[in-house]
């Protein structure tokens, strides 16, 4: 899966450091070849001579080592790899990867590489909340690192919350698919994804039919050609695929936020059946039943997050793909659609209860771009994600 790869893995210094022993093991198993690098914080929870042992390879830890100048300059270490991964990436490593700077080793290879670098931060819950964390993550994403968890969990620490190493076997399968060969390798692709539930009050909410599934198969099957996927999901009745990174969101607010943090992207895909409307003031408590009285509930319209990346003025991604879900007058309502949002496709569908595509697991859809309408046959979801992601990747490369 990974032969003939080579991984540089820079180890920062964080507990989790302990877990890359396991990765490394992993990723020699699926056949790639790892190249060491430990930061000093990093020799101080695991040590040289057991990661050295497990790669089958010198670990690198000195800048200034001037053997390893002559045989190998820091500079072509960064660049012979396939990847470059930092595992555990501490708030430290990160916000210096940041930053731009280059002080030792480590970071020194950072910056000279030219190969894509995925992160798997790991730090307590608060250090990764943190607003200079975050700050710098939104960086990093925008100079094209990917990113790998974390995960919510107790902590070594004794905190519980986001901030746990993603597991061994997590990070192997995020690098099986960056490194994976295909016609989008090297696009990043934000696909939305689910329905949007809109709080009424803390138990109840608004919601929508979408299962997910037709998203979800769009974010595999671009995926498996290659492409980095931003998943921003909501509430779905199928799992996210694998591979992705995935945002979990509940609200159309907060898929517009994980969107708009997703960004730069290549393309992005609006699959997502968002609410159109929120509850005016939803209720911090649950509202008591009252005999004989109803309660009333005032909308207010939700961010159209397809229309406000359509129309972005900076930053916009080369194409933008909608959906319509229409129920009569399909194909004349998503080209007014196309036009109103803006967007260069739209995915056109007829969700008519008669047609039980909505919820379930085909589709019958048509293709509306500045080359017209081309309806596609009736097929799975699956296939016509695959159809949609080859006619993606024809048109991004
Ligand atoms: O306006 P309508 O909901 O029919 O548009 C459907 C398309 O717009 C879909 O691609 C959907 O993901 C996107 N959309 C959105 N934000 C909204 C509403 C719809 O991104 N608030």
Same mark, same amino acid.
């Given at each position: 899966m990974l032969s003939g790869k080579r991984i540089l893995l820079i180890i920062g210094g #964080? &507990?989790? =450091?302990?877990?890359c022993l396991d990765l490394i093991r992993r990723l020699r198993e699926r056949g790639a070849a790892v190249t060491p690098v430990m930061t000093r914080a990093a020799a101080e929870f695991v040590t040289p001579l057991s990661v050295s042992a497990l790669a089958g390879e010198k670990v690198y830890t000195d800048l200034f080592d001037l053997t390893d100048e002559a045989e190998m300059g820091h500079i072509q270490l960064s660049r012979v790899a396939d990847l470059v991964l930092v595992a555990p990436a501490t708030a430290d490593l990160m916000a210096k990867m940041a930053q731009g700077m280059a002080g030792d080793l480590a970071t020194t290879l950072l910056l000279a590489t030219d190969t894509p670098v995925m992160i798997a931060p790991a730090m307590n819950v608060r250090m990764w909340e943190h607003p200079a964390t975050q700050r710098n993550l939104s960086v990093l994403k925008g100079d094209r690192v990917s990113v790998v968890g974390p995960n919510e969990g107790d902590m070594a620490c004794g905190e519980y919350g986001p901030g746990r190493m993603a597991e061994p076997l997590e990070i192997v399968d995020a690098v099986v698919g960056a490194l994976a060969d295909g016609p989008l390798r090297g696009k990043r692709i934000v696909v939305t994804s689910g329905p949007t539930h809109e709080p009424i009050d803390p138990v109840r909410y608004i919601a929508n039919r979408s299962s997910g599934a037709q998203g979800t198969a769009i974010a595999a099957a671009l995926r498996a050609l290659g492409a980095e996927v931003v998943f921003v999901t909501g509430p779905a009745d199928v799992p996210p695929p694998d591979g992705v990174e995935v945002v979990r969101v509940e609200t159309a607010r907060e898929m517009r936020a994980g969107v708009l943090a997703a960004l730069p992207a290549d393309a992005a895909v609006f699959a997502a059946a968002v609410a159109d409307w929120r509850v005016v003031g939803a209720s911090e408590s649950k509202i008591k039943k009252v005999e004989g009285a109803l309660p009333t509930l005032a909308f207010e319209e939700n961010p159209d997050i397809l229309a406000e990346v359509s129309q972005?003025?900076? #930053?916009?991604?080369g194409l933008v793909v909608g959906f319509a879900a229409e129920t009569n007058d399909v194909i004349e309502n998503a080209t007014n659609k196309r036009a109103r949002k803006g967007c260069d496709w739209i995915v056109a569908n007829d969700v008519s209860p =008669?047609?039980? &595509?909505m919820g379930g697991t085909e589709n019958a859809v048509t293709l509306i771009s500045d080359a017209g309408a081309e309806a596609w046959p009736r097929m799975g979801k699956d296939a016509v994600a695959r159809q949609l992601a080859a006619r993606i990747a024809d048109a991004l490369v």
């Open positions: #964080g &507990i989790a =450091a302990y877990k972005m003025s900076e #930053g916009r991604p =008669a047609t039980g &595509i």
